[in-house]
């Protein structure tokens, strides 16, 4: 099974498998219908000072992966996502749902490397 980073306003497909929301924020835009979640981990997201910090700027994105991966190291909600991951992805394929439009420089990208590297 794989695991993927994508943006929420993709258009669901049947293969997806379960699709956890990693934003704090609720993404603009889409209604939780229209998400087809199947949880959503707002508290792994990062924290509003260093998203604000942040701002999705590629030239911050190096230090801001150090300082969410400091944050992760700390958070409990880390930890829940990893073993839902474990749990569920030797049978389904998980996707780690984000509102940004940077597709490459964002929490959820790093979240997905930091899990691969855990179960390899």
Do not use: C
């Not at 939780?32 to 700027?57: I, M, Q």
């Not at 998980?94 to 899990?115: F, P, S, T």
Request: avoid cysteine; hydrophobic fraction near 40%; charged fraction near 30%.
């Amino acid at each position: 099974m794989e695991l993927k980073a994508e943006r929420i306003y993709t258009k669901p497909a049947d293969l997806d498998g379960y699709r956890i929301l990693v934003d704090r924020l609720w993404p603009r835009g889409i209604s939780k219908v229209n998400a087809h979640l199947d949880k959503w981990l707002k508290e792994v997201g990062p924290s509003n000072d260093l998203r604000k910090w942040f701002g999705h700027d590629p030239a911050k994105y190096a230090e801001f992966k150090v300082r969410y991966l400091n944050e992760l190291a700390e958070n409990p909600a880390y930890e829940q996502l990893r073993q839902l991951v474990e749990e569920k992805l030797p049978s389904q394929n998980i996707i780690l749902l984000y509102g940004a439009k940077d597709q490459q420089h964002n929490q959820a990208v790093i979240l997905k490397e930091q899990l691969q590297a855990a179960f390899k």
